[in-house]
């Protein structure tokens, strides 16, 4: 039996845990809910078996890996893995058309970079890397439903965009809300797309996880 976010259930018999820490703020100050996030204490970690250190850079230096080792604590019985993020080509949400069939270059598109969770800067980094000829974020909070008002303030804000090719691009989370949304009609005509990802393990470590 697979669990998520069971970590904190103690009366749960856990065979084997593994703890995810973003290292986007792994070492950022956070505190107990409801002042914080975190559910317990950083202590508890001692509890776990594996840790794995997700969304690091895709060339990941071994000097950083080192810094990561020294300053992240583990006892003998832990493990400790990096991965990273892999992003594939856009897809679209509403048609058949592959992003290369659709004509869109960076250097004459304007993307309307459309987000509802939590982190939304290594999406709009990665987006931003393909050289857009401008790019306007639009985010929602995280875990959002979206409402017919939001679609209407959607279609309005892509609208106002003043390009002779623009385009939504989206995460696969937000896209499947959208595309499960019973308001969906109402952005049916857009030409959204939103970019699949997979977690990747480094080389070194993907042998030994598996």
């Known amino acids: 039996v697979l669990l998520d976010d069971a970590f904190q259930h103690r009366k749960v018999k856990l065979g084997l845990s593994i703890l995810l820490f973003d290292y986007n703020t792994l070492f950022q100050k956070d505190w107990l809910l409801p002042m914080g996030n975190m559910r317990e204490p950083i202590s508890s970690k001692d509890r776990a078996d594996i840790f794995l250190i997700t969304k690091t850079p895709k060339l990941f230096s071994p000097m950083e890996r080192r810094r990561v080792l020294s300053s992240f604590k583990t006892n003998s019985k832990q493990h400790l893995f990096f991965s990273y993020l892999n992003y594939s080509n856009p897809v679209s949400l509403n048609s058949e058309q592959s992003f290369a069939d659709a004509g869109f270059s960076s250097t004459n598109t304007a993307v309307l970079a ?36 939001d679609f209407q303030k959607i279609k309005k804000v892509f609208a106002e965009i003043s390009a002779l090719q623009k385009i939504i691009l989206t995460t696969e989370k937000d896209a499947m809300r959208l595309k499960y949304s019973k308001h969906r009609a109402m952005i049916e005509e857009l030409p959204i797309f939103y970019i699949p990802i997979e977690a990747e393990m480094h080389e070194q470590d993907k042998i030994k996880f598996d």
């Open 114 to 149: 459309l987000t509802g969770i939590a982190n939304p800067a290594l999406f709009l980094n990665h987006i931003s890397a393909k050289n857009y000829k401008n790019i306007i974020p639009f985010s929602f909070p995280d875990h959002h439903d979206f409402s017919e008002k």
